[in-house]
């Protein structure tokens, strides 16, 4: 089967309320809340818990939710951490006793029990709704529960990475069998059912975070993750705790983003924007080899600084103001070459004065929701708590081993995460859009990307979301690029004279490209949605 990734989708338009997500039926639930009376936050959680039925190959109860919340009388933006940490007992010393250590200061072997850190979902969930909804749990999580008791048609680039995900962490971890059909994943449109799941909604919808973090479900992920070589206990399940951050935020071109702090790497997609603001890339047509190559740098003066800076603030200090400063950024552009990549970019020194689902949500009094959630690599590990129907996250492989790091694995301690929402402002305050772009290592280079597309050319949602990216590989984040089709052939040659170590990427791989949302609210009230065609959903809006 070919996927076609070009689109010719129109951005949806409405009034009253407005849910981007990666699945339909999930963009669905949350609106049926939104037409139940609910607001930006219930529809977010309706969301998010329908995801985990339609698309467990990214997202669940077993791993990480971050969120941004704009609250239109208030104008104000707040950030929820909703990650987990790592167990008491798990040390650097004792992956290193059991030979657990890969050359690039890794646990070797990501499916590894030791990669599991608590689960923040859960608790992420009930405490957006305890300071932001309206609804009560049991009528925001009812969708949810019937497309998993009742079955649904699996999409078909769900399906294509459950098959993957089936033949390699499900096939082998414990009680991974649950999520598939006898051994293997579901066929495009096949129906699939998860009593399981259905059993854990029920039961937190009827008994709050705390059956999830005290009671079977935490005895039953507890008795996995030791029974898989793990160290977790319920003491390190019932110590969690979401937290409530101020978010960072810059100024581009005069529209305030808006990103959660560290541990979370939104920090590059900041960087990178301030030292995008040092050039006129107008100048420039969006596609074009000096445009894509400016971009690139960018990218990569913020990688250079985040892959050292971005750890747990609780364990590093952070200079984040220095890291977000205009005059950090002056410098920083000086040293991008405008005709010559630079494959050694070093992390800068401020002076300091002291896979994964991502989806949004527009209500009709102006309330906005950007929400992302991830397992990581598909389905995490793969293990499943027995008869609980999710799977166990491998956030911890985030952690370095490198005991010298700023991100070096603690006990307690959340790792270097991946998963990043965004949001943008006006001047004035007012919300323009909640945006964000899944995928790894990608996300703060498509939050850059649709930034660019939204502010310095205009482009409605659905046409920034359509737009060819570029990719710097998360195996090597300062070499190689990979190069969406759709990127003119005469701009890969240009790159490639620039002395880029380019990868032109076709078909299913286009994946790594991300998958993004977008919903844009114009003074008036209007909303523009798009949902990003290298995914199965969609924007619905009424």
Not at 112 to 129: M, Q, R, S, Y
Not at 458 to 473: H, I, T, V
Request: glycine fraction near 10%.
């Amino acid at each position: 089967m070919t996927l076609e990734f070009s689109s010719r989708r129109s951005p949806v338009v409405a009034r009253k309320g407005m849910v981007a997500s990666s699945q339909p039926l999930a963009t669905m639930a949350g609106v049926r809340i939104l037409q139940a009376g609910g607001n930006a936050a219930d529809a977010a959680v309706a969301t998010a818990a329908a995801l985990n039925v339609t698309e467990p190959t990214s997202t669940g109860l077993g791993g990480d939710v971050f969120a941004l919340f704009y609250d239109a009388k208030t104008k104000h933006v707040t950030a929820l951490n909703g990650s987990g940490r790592a167990p008491a007992a798990l040390t650097i010393d004792l992956i290193q006793k059991q030979n657990l250590q890969s050359p690039n200061h890794q646990i070797a072997n990501p499916y590894h029990a030791h990669n599991i850190t608590v689960p923040g979902a859960c608790a992420g969930w009930f405490d957006l709704i305890a300071r932001h909804g309206t609804m009560p749990m049991r009528d925001i999580l009812a969708p949810a529960i019937e497309l998993a008791e009742t079955g649904f048609p699996v999409a078909p680039i769900t399906s294509y990475f459950w098959l993957r995900g089936a033949e390699r962490q499900l096939k082998s971890a414990m009680n991974g069998h649950e999520l598939t059909i006898d051994g293997r994943g579901p066929n495009a449109g096949e129906i699939f059912r998860n009593p399981g799941l259905a059993r854990t909604l029920r039961t937190i919808a009827d008994g709050g975070k705390d059956a999830y973090y005290r009671g079977d479900i935490a005895r039953a992920i507890v008795n996995v993750v030791q029974a898989s070589g793990g160290v977790m206990t319920l003491d390190d399940l019932t110590a969690h705790a979401s937290s409530w951050d101020e978010p960072i935020r810059t100024t581009y071109r005069g529209y305030r983003v808006w990103e959660c702090p560290p541990n979370g790497q939104g920090l590059a997609a900041l960087i990178a924007l301030n030292v995008l603001e040092e050039f006129d890339l107008t100048a420039h047509p969006p596609l074009s080899a000096h445009r894509l190559h400016l971009l690139i740098e960018a990218m990569r003066v913020a990688f250079a600084d985040t892959t050292w800076y971005i750890a747990d603030p609780k364990f590093f200090h952070i200079p984040i103001k220095e890291l977000l400063s205009k005059a950090y950024a002056r410098e920083r552009s000086a040293i991008i070459d405008p005709k010559r990549a630079t494959m050694n970019t070093q992390r800068g020194a401020p002076v300091a004065s002291s896979d994964t689902v991502y989806f949004c949500v527009v209500d009709g009094t102006g309330n906005a929701c950007s929400f992302i959630a991830s397992n990581y690599m598909g389905f995490g590990t793969g293990i499943v708590p027995q008869g609980w129907g999710f799977t166990l996250q491998n956030r911890g492989n985030n952690f370095s081993l490198n005991p010298n790091h700023p991100n070096a694995l603690a006990p307690g301690k959340r790792p270097y995460h991946t998963i990043i929402p965004g949001m943008m402002t006006r001047a004035d305050g007012s919300l323009f859009a909640p945006f964000g772009v899944m995928g790894g290592f990608m996300q703060p280079q498509g939050h850059v990307q649709v930034v660019v597309g939204m502010v310095d050319d205009g482009l409605d949602p659905q046409a920034a979301l359509d737009r060819p990216r570029f990719c710097l590989s998360e195996a090597s984040p300062l070499s190689r690029v990979e190069l969406e089709e759709g990127i003119p052939f005469e701009t890969m040659a240009a790159l490639a004279q620039f002395e880029h170590n380019i990868k032109p990427v076709t078909g299913y791989a286009r994946a790594v490209f991300g998958r993004g949302q977008i919903i844009r609210r114009e003074p008036d009230g209007t909303l523009w949605g798009g949902s990003d065609p290298r995914a199965d959903g969609c924007a619905i809006g009424f």
